[in-house]
């Protein structure tokens, strides 16, 4: 168990999201609002010849939260999502 006051590692991450039915485009700002506070950057791009939108989000945030905020995205029906890892810690340290 963690002590109280205890920082967690945090690890940078990319989360590739597709959203393939534009009416959980909210559902997905939403999330993302949500965990905000772990993002670094986000980029949207529309692709109309197919018919999706392509989302990055960078995030730092401790693996758990990582987890759980792309595990969210891709249960949303009409929504891909994969997480990508950094291989450094917090303090610059391969994991």
Known sequence: MEKEGAKKET??????IIIEDRQRAGQVNDLLH??????????GLPYEKKGVHIISIVVDAPMD???ALSGKLGRLPGVSSKALYSKMGEKGEQG
């Open 11 to 16: 690890r940078i991450a990319v989360i590739g």
């Open 34 to 43: 949500q965990y905000g506070e772990y993002v670094i950057g986000r980029m």
């Open 65 to 67: 939260v990582i987890s």
